[in-house]
């Protein structure tokens, strides 16, 4: 068993805000690079409009693509995102057993993002995790600017605290604190992470963190230090968001596999592999590797 889950959400959110739209079976062909290299749980896609992001249209493909047997003794967990109930619902008929859904930390962001109050989706998301365990689905939900909001400054962390303590005494399986700007520093993220944890313990929550301002990897660690042991993290450091100005990359999953496993933190993944599925991402993508892994780890084989 792994000490530090690591889900990848390069498929999703790393792919969403990216200028080149790829195939479903490119996107397939991503997500199996990252299960073979050990990663266990994997972003693999979001049935929501295509219109509003074309990125990830074709996501009941992508489903229908993926296999899903056990991995080294270890059944993937594949989630796709669902921002509303018809999403939920096309994502049932294709299959899908893990969903993701949004909560906000701001009223600007919900509107943004889903053109709803941000007290109508918690109704929303409260609603479909009430389905979804009826279906045996598996359900996280994130808190979106949990640190702070492009538009409104600073997130009241007693308002993240109250939403970790409703979903989770709810029945959700895991509540995720997402910097979805890259704003937080670690001393936000200790205090806030200590509170949440003390108030419902660690093991259902994790962390997303972006690295617009080189502070992925400590914000990182910072939430280690509070008993938190899952991460989401995108290959490459893939991401941005098309509905939060100034996102940029989330951390990259290769760099936090080798800060971890150099640390002594065990997370099952193989560096090499992981590596060649960024490769990967950047071919398919086009984009510049993303994080610092890759340029040390050529200069240890010189």
Same mark, same amino acid.
């Given at each position: 068993?792994?000490?530090?889950?690591?889900?990848?959400?390069?498929? =999703?959110?790393? #792919?969403?805000?990216?200028?080149?739209?790829?195939? @479903?079976? $490119? =996107?397939?062909?991503? %997500?199996?690079?990252?299960?073979?290299?050990?990663?266990?749980? %994997?972003?693999?896609?979001?049935?929501?409009?295509? =219109?509003?992001?074309?990125? +990830?249209?074709? *996501?009941?493909?992508? +489903?229908?693509?993926?296999?899903?047997?056990?991995?080294?003794?270890?059944? @993937?967990?594949?989630? /796709?995102?669902?921002?509303? #109930?018809?999403?939920?619902?096309?994502?049932?008929?294709?299959?899908?057993?893990?969903?993701? +859904?949004?909560?906000?930390?701001?009223?600007?962001?919900?509107?943004?993002?889903?053109?709803?109050? =941000?007290?109508? &989706?918690?109704?929303?998301?409260?609603?479909?995790?009430?389905?979804?365990?009826?279906?045996?689905?598996?359900?996280?939900?994130?808190?979106?600017?949990?640190?702070?909001?492009?538009?409104?400054?600073?997130?009241?962390?007693?308002?993240?605290?109250?939403?970790?303590?409703?979903?989770?005494?709810?029945?959700?399986?895991?509540?995720?604190?997402?910097?979805? !700007?890259?704003?937080?520093?670690?001393?936000?993220?200790?205090?806030?992470?200590?509170?949440? *944890?003390?108030?419902?313990?660690?093991?259902?929550?994790?962390?997303? /963190?972006? $690295?617009?301002? &080189?502070?992925?990897?400590?914000?990182?660690?910072?939430?280690?230090?509070?008993?938190?042991?899952?991460?989401?993290?995108?290959?490459?450091?893939?991401?941005?968001? @098309? /509905?939060?100005?100034?996102?940029?990359?989330?951390?990259?999953?290769?760099?936090?596999?080798?800060?971890?496993?150099?640390?002594?933190?065990?997370?099952? !993944? $193989?560096?090499?592999?992981?590596?060649?599925?960024?490769?990967?991402?950047?071919?398919?993508?086009?984009?510049? @590797?993303?994080?610092?892994?890759?340029?040390?780890?050529?200069?240890?084989? #010189?």
């Amino acid at each position: 068993m792994p000490a530090v889950i690591l889900n990848d959400v390069g498929p =999703r959110d790393g #792919l969403q805000n990216q200028s080149k739209v790829l195939e @479903p079976i $490119d =996107r397939v062909r991503l %997500v199996h690079a990252l299960l073979d290299s050990g990663v266990t749980h %994997v972003e693999a896609g979001a049935f929501v409009s295509p =219109r509003a992001v074309p990125a +990830m249209a074709g *996501a009941a493909d992508v +489903m229908a693509g993926l296999y899903d047997e056990a991995r080294g003794g270890v059944t @993937p967990v594949l989630t /796709f995102l669902v921002p509303n #109930l018809r999403g939920y619902e096309l994502a049932r008929e294709a299959g899908v057993r893990s969903v993701c +859904m949004v909560l906000y930390g701001s009223e600007r962001m919900a509107e943004a993002n889903v053109q709803m109050s =941000r007290v109508d &989706a918690e109704h929303a998301t409260a609603e479909i995790l009430q389905r979804a365990q009826r279906d045996g689905v598996r359900v996280t939900t994130t808190v979106a600017v949990a640190f702070e909001c492009p538009w409104e400054g600073p997130t009241d962390p007693g308002r993240i605290a109250s939403l970790a303590s409703e979903f989770l005494a709810r029945g959700a399986d895991e509540f995720c604190v997402a910097d979805t !700007i890259g704003a937080a520093n670690p001393r936000q993220v200790q205090k806030l992470m200590q509170r949440l *944890a003390g108030e419902n313990g660690a093991a259902r929550l994790s962390c997303h /963190f972006h $690295d617009t301002r &080189a502070m992925g990897l400590v914000n990182v660690y910072a939430a280690l230090e509070t008993g938190i042991r899952k991460f989401d993290a995108a290959i490459s450091g893939l991401g941005g968001c @098309p /509905f939060a100005p100034g996102a940029s990359g989330n951390v990259a999953t290769e760099d936090v596999v080798m800060m971890l496993e150099q640390m002594g933190l065990s997370t099952g !993944i $193989d560096l090499d592999a992981l590596m060649r599925a960024s490769s990967l991402a950047t071919q398919l993508t086009g984009t510049a @590797p993303g994080g610092r892994a890759r340029a040390w780890l050529q200069r240890a084989d #010189l």
